[in-house]
T-cell receptor
Framework: KNQVEQSPQSLIILEGKNCTLQ??????????LRWYKQDTGRGPVSLTI?????NTKSNGRYTATLDADTKQSSLHITASQLSDSASYIC???????????FGKGTKLSVKP | DTAVSQTPKYLVTQMGNDKSIKCEQN?????MYWYKQDSKKFLKIMFS???????INETVPNRFSPKSPDKAHLNLHINSLELGDSAVYFC????????????FGQGTRLTVV
């Protein structure tokens, strides 16, 4: 069964600190993996995409990694800001139909 | 210049009523979607349309009926609303079927009382 599991469910950190969010998936065949950021009261917005051959990709203070062998991805946020407070959703695209499999998200709260 | 817009943003209605949520995208995308986000914040796909044709219809009660008059619009009509229908409904679009980047609207928070 195609599934995407994220951890932790929620996370509280102090402004300026770093954090890492985890995503494990069992989607097959795998096409690619995206991290979305969902601010409260808004729709998700794509942060980064990881394809099978990519190990690391950065987008500003966000760095995503992918280990296609272990089927794991992480999203690392450096020097966190209050505006990073949001839910971060890992989405894996299933390769045959292009269906998107959503994780339940990690709710990040950055405190001053 | 809203890319994907939904109306209304909030909808409070009584059980048994029929309601519609409208969605429009001005991105020129071929594929549009409806997602439901429940109280646990889990996004689940309901429908997917490609060039006005239904391509995905997940296990959703037939009280939910999508309508796509053209590829820029995908409306969601819900009959005989139930308490369990309370959720946030997101419309989204993507360039084409199988394209993995979905652009989401701001959501419609439906509360059934």
């Amino acid at each position: 069964k195609n599934q995407v599991e994220q951890s932790p469910q929620s996370l509280i950190i102090l402004e300026g600190k770093n954090c890492t969010l985890q995503c494990n998936y069992t989607v097959s065949p795998f096409s690619n993996l995206r991290w979305y950021k969902q601010d409260t009261g808004r729709g998700p917005v794509s942060l980064t995409i990881m394809t099978f051959s990519e190990n690391t990709k950065s987008n500003g203070r966000y760095t995503a990694t992918l280990d296609a062998d272990t089927k794991q991805s992480s999203l690392h946020i450096t020097a966190s800001q209050l505006s990073d407070s949001a839910s971060y959703i890992c989405v894996v695209s299933e390769g045959s139909q292009g269906n998107l499999i959503f994780g339940k998200g990690t709710k990040l709260s950055v405190k001053p | 210049d809203t890319a994907v817009s939904q109306t209304p943003k909030y909808l409070v209605t009584q059980m048994g009523n029929d309601k519609s949520i409208k969605c429009e995208q001005n991105l020129g995308h071929d594929t549009m979607y409806w997602y439901k986000q429940d109280s646990k914040k889990f996004l689940k796909i309901m429908f997917s349309y490609n060039n006005k044709e239904l391509i995905i219809n997940e296990t959703v009660p037939n009280r939910f009926s999508p309508k796509s008059p053209d590829k820029a619009h995908l409306n969601l009509h819900i009959n005989s609303l139930e308490l369990g229908d309370s959720a946030v409904y997101f419309c989204a679009s993507s360039v084409k079927r199988g394209s993995t980047e979905a652009f989401f609207g701001q959501g419609t928070r439906l509360t059934v009382v």
